[in-house]
């Protein structure tokens, strides 16, 4: 039973465009969300995350929105580089108490 | 200040066989969580330890165990190692326990083949 689900294996998008990544979760007491951002031969490294008391968080070019009635988040990036170009994680949590619940990944091709 | 410290960092073992990994936390970091990414399965957590105890484990069959040591470090062990056990196995570690987010500090992973 995956309880995080990222549905689009793959994206490509041209540099300069908007990159939209979407994640789904089914467990209701999952109450913050995260994403990772992974290159080959390293290991993730945080990118943003959100709070459940919010429905939108923005860091630079990076936005994350939370839909909880939908049970859905999406992250946004704007405008896309090709550097980032890599496998984005959705991962989720209940309040620091369970450990980290991760999607299985987006690798996202940005295209010069 | 050091990262996490994951090693071997490649690794290849026959069926059968049994392997220790090991990861180095961050300085100062008390808690330990093991992760295994297959292709296509996302991270998959097997086990969080935090000042020598385990706090959470995954769903993942007995032959998969692991410790923490006092001074943080930790290790985890397969036992009579399966085709379907390679994978990239990464550790990420953490002040306190079960991390929310960006606490949680990954290491570059072990990457295990089992032939």
């Known amino acids: 039973d995956q309880q995080v689900k990222q549905n689009s294996p793959s994206l490509s998008v041209q540099e300069g465009r908007i990159s939209i990544l979407n994640c789904d979760y089914t467990n209701s007491m999952f109450d913050y969300f995260l994403w990772y951002k992974k290159y080959p031969a390293e290991g993730p490294t945080f990118l943003i995350s959100?709070?459940?008391?919010?429905d939108k968080n923005e860091d630079g070019r990076f936005t994350v929105f939370l839909n909880k009635s939908a049970k859905h988040l999406s992250l946004h990036i704007v405008p896309s580089q090709p550097g980032d170009s890599a496998v984005y994680f959705c991962?989720?949590?209940?309040?620091?108490?369970?450990?980290?619940?991760f999607g299985k990944g987006t690798r996202l091709s940005v295209i010069a | 200040k050091a990262g996490v410290t994951q090693t071997p960092r490649y690794l290849i073992k026959t069926r059968g066989q049994q392997v220790t990994l090991s990861c180095s936390p961050i300085s100062g970091h008390r808690s330990v969580s093991w992760y295994q990414q297959t292709p296509g399965q996302g991270l998959q957590f097997l086990f969080e330890y935090f000042s020598e105890t385990q706090r959470n484990k995954g769903n993942f069959p007995g032959r998969f165990s692991g410790r923490q040591f006092s001074n943080s470090r930790s290790e985890m062990n397969v036992s009579t190692l399966e085709l379907g056990d390679s994978a990239l196995y990464l550790c990420?570690?953490?002040?306190?326990?079960?991390?929310?987010?960006?606490?949680?500090?990954f290491g570059q992973g072990t990457r295990l083949t089992v032939v």
């Open positions: 991962a989720a949590s209940n309040s620091g108490n369970t450990p980290l619940v």
């Open positions: 959100i709070s459940s008391i919010k």
């Open positions: 990420a570690s953490s002040l306190v326990a079960s991390p929310a987010g960006n606490e949680a500090f």
